[in-house]
């Protein structure tokens, strides 16, 4: 197993304006685990703890956040023990990070071949000369037109479209093992979108590396992924092939879910789910998503078992 | 008997030119679905049409009234019959006015009705967008961004209006949440008679809500008809393209996908023929001449491609 995170839980602490101490749950033991040449979405909606996972795996939670628990064992070591300096050397090398907006991830005052030389010489001892070298041909890899005079070219003078490509070289070009893409096409158009997510994969399965994609859209991981892990509320409430779970999703979250993509959303049926996610300040310390769901029995206020079956793993008393 | 119309509408800001030359007809009690990509002027296109912006050349037609050149105190009283839905509903609303104040606005400024009675009407109105009652008395920070975007369908429907735009009304929504409000629409839809132009750039959602459907290419309509015809048979190889760089959420539609290079171009200096033509794979010297006329290729569905009526515009 390339990536292994298990029971990593995260916590924020803040004060009321009573200064009395609150905390808010904010990830409730996430496990999951990712093999070389697999993509993995990590799905839900917003505030579910999509990115605050990632975050916590990259060592870069800062106050209020806290970590309470659980590994992430990467390459036979876990990330969540290691010195900062350590974990600082695997970002930008073993791990690459592609963020959501192109335009905050560029520094503007530097030019691309500049951003990918310096990227470079950070995690080896290359020479600038190889590592113009290697910036230009990693372009060119990318899928940017004339990459010689590109190189020169600044951030703002890039589409959003391109943009997004030199991230992704800036992601690559130090060879990860393991690539993290949150959200990487939000904001773009769908023609751009389908190109840049193109992209990603053909290198992903090119380098026999991994990858996390980070996403709102049903689309992306039905599309792109392999296997999809399904949050809500800071927890993983399924995981799986994404073709198994997608055509028979196990949890009533899960199930919802997908019945709310405009595909197979049906109008005026009156079935439509919704509602506010948990309080995580308040969780109840039964299954999270017992409020509002459909099924829910007396004992889904207590804690549901992780229901495991093969390649899948559901976290519900009903599965 | 159409609601509203554009005839010829143009829309520039010096050089930009964000609409050039589109007639839209909106029907009562239908919902034209006007799709596009960022820069491609649907937004522009919408606040022409509710006369936010005036258009630079063209007509806007309310009615039987052409109100292309009215000033704004001849609109004003006519506001009423023509309302706007905006994407983020967090920004659309007075952060320090009740929900009630807010959804009773409208009808202050348009009813000569009296404090009971639109007291009673706001009551009425947050039941029609299923906003529960105690709502009424929060500030908008109180709310969720659902429950936003339902007080702003609650304001734009209160006139009775005979148009509404909704500009990307689901875009910045959870999927949950979107499908509540989308549920909704199509509720309104047929219970209020309005015309509504629903702006998206999601194939997908404009399938579940729209009748008709527009598809806009930097500042022109480069295919329209019934959305059946437009979005399981598009022509125009833009829409091809858009329909095939569709992500379906069901992982067994994975087709093989037409891939267009590079972006929409700008907007600025827009080179003459046909806006597609910079990206369009099948382009010829004769596009970049003259911008085809958007000709019917069969009952309600017309086309702006000099390939398709040649049969010769399908992409692979």
Known sequence: MLLDVLDLSVQFVARDEFDVERTARALNAVSFSLDRGRILGLVGESGAGKSLTVTAILGLLRAPARLVGGQAVFEGEDLLAMPPSALAKLRGGRIGLVVQSPRTALDPLARVGEQLVRVQRAHSAISHREALTRAEAMLAAVGIPAPASRMAAWPHELSGGMAQRVVIALALINEPHLLIADEPTTGLDVTVQAQILDLLTEQVRRRNIAAIVITHDLGVVAQYCDDVAVMFAGTVMERGPVAEVFAAPEHPYTRALLESAPERLRLGTGRVFGGAPPDLYALPPGCLYADRCPLAEPRCATPPPLAVARSRATLCHLA | ?316
Request: hydrophobic share 40%; with cysteine; proline share 7%.
């Open chain 2, 1 to 316: 008997m159409t609601a509203a119309s554009l005839r010829g509408l143009e829309m520039r800001f010096g050089r930009v030119q964000a609409v050039a030359g589109v007639d839209l007809d909106l029907r009562p009690g239908e919902v034209l679905g006007l799709v596009g990509e960022s820069g491609s002027g649907k937004s522009t296109l919408g606040r022409c049409l509710t006369r936010l912006l005036k258009p630079t050349a063209g007509k806007v037609m309310l009615g039987a009234d052409d109100i292309t050149g009215w000033p704004e105190s001849r609109l004003r009283p006519r506001r009423a019959e023509m309302t706007m839905v905006f994407q983020d509903p967090w920004s659309a609303l007075n952060p320090r006015m009740r929900i009630r104040r807010l959804i009773e606005e409208p009808l202050l400024l348009h009813t000569k009705l009296s404090a009971d009675e639109r007291r009673a009407q706001a009551e009425a109105l947050a039941g029609r967008v299923r906003l529960a009652p105690q709502m009424l008395d929060r500030v908008p920070s109180e709310l969720s961004g659902g429950q936003l975007q339902r007080v702003c369908i609650a304001r734009a429907i209160a006139t009775n209006p005979a148009v509404i735009v909704l500009d990307e009304p689901t875009s910045s929504l959870d999927l949950s949440v979107r499908a509540g409000i989308l549920d909704l629409l199509g509720q309104l839809r047929a219970d209020t008679g309005a015309a509504m132009l629903f702006i998206t750039h999601d194939l997908a959602t404009l399938r579940l809500i729209a009748d008709r459907v527009a598809v806009l290419y930097l500042g022109r309509v480069v295919e329209q008809g019934t959305a059946a015809a437009v979005l399981d048979t598009p022509e125009h190889p833009y829409t091809q393209s858009l329909m095939s760089a569709h992500l379906s959420a069901n992982p067994t539609e994975r087709s093989a996908r037409i891939r267009l290079s590079g972006e929409i171009p700008s907007p600025i200096d827009r080179p003459p023929g046909c806006p597609f033509a910079t990206r369009c794979p099948l382009a010829e010297a004769r596009c970049t001449v003259s911008a085809p006329a958007l000709l019917p290729t069969e009952k309600d569905h017309l086309v702006a491609c000099v390939r398709v009526p040649e049969g010769t515009a399908r992409l692979t």
